[in-house]
């Protein structure tokens, strides 16, 4: 149990549709990132937001964007879904004195 | 740009037997690595993390080896049981990268038969 949790666990959406992923992280994780995992491949870095701002951005359009809230929440948008974006999207937050990276379980988007 | 790779990409023990999985980089210049543990359809759970200036990190059963020289690491899992399977990854953070930016393999599919 890494405390972090994301909602929601599955969604399908059509081509064309904007979604919107959350995150959830425990008191003191000032930290989060977001990533993208194909089934088979490791997750791929999206971005990261340090105290609301990004800070860090992976080989991603515009289309992918983020927010990160005072209560140490976020959210991952999706704009204009193409098929190729089906895949788990993780998120994972880090406490301000440790290098370890806590997960949250995922969540399953599946673009039709 | 750096690159991890795992192989095997898939392994089956017996249970009991030690496990040894692989990883290798691309790029010496590493800030840290960590391993981590993945079930079906699920998030990850981190194993061990190493910073780039030790050698090694255990943590019960597990035992993960850095050699940067070389661009390796190893994790090593004793007495194999059938809980442990799972896919395993390892991730690097390339230095001078903001915190986050861990670069994956794609993992090692391992299954334990009783």
């Known amino acids: 149990e890494t405390g972090v949790t994301q909602s929601p666990t599955h969604l399908i959406k059509t081509r064309g549709q904007q979604v919107t992923l959350r995150c959830s992280s425990q008191s003191g994780h000032n930290t989060v990132s977001w990533y993208q995992q194909a089934l088979g491949q490791g997750p791929q870095f999206i971005f990261q937001?340090?105290?609301?701002?990004?800070?860090g951005r992976g080989n991603f359009p515009p289309r992918f964007s983020g927010l990160q809230f005072p209560n140490y929440s976020s959210e991952l948008n999706v704009n204009a879904l193409e098929l190729d974006d089906s895949a788990l999207y993780l998120c994972?937050?880090?406490?301000?004195?440790?290098?370890?990276?806590?997960f949250g379980p995922g969540t399953r988007l599946t673009v039709l | 740009k750096q690159e991890v790779t795992q192989i095997p990409a898939a392994l089956s023990v017996p249970e009991g037997e030690n496990l040894v999985l692989n990883c290798s980089f691309t790029d010496s210049a590493i800030y840290n690595l960590q391993w981590f543990r993945q079930d079906p359809g699920k998030g990850l759970t981190s194993l061990l993390l190493i910073q780039s200036s030790q050698r090694e990190q255990t943590s019960g059963r597990l035992n993960a080896s850095l050699d940067k020289s070389s661009g390796r690491s190893t994790l090593y899992i004793a007495a194999s049981q059938p809980g442990d399977s799972a896919t395993y990854l390892c991730?690097?953070?390339?230095?001078?990268?903001?915190?986050?930016?861990?670069?994956f393999g794609a993992g090692t599919q391992v299954v334990v038969t009783p």
């Open positions: 994972a937050s880090r406490p301000a004195a440790t290098d370890t990276q806590y």
């Open positions: 991730a690097v953070r390339p230095n001078g990268d903001s915190w986050g930016k861990f670069q």
């Open positions: 937001y340090y105290r609301e701002e990004e800070n």
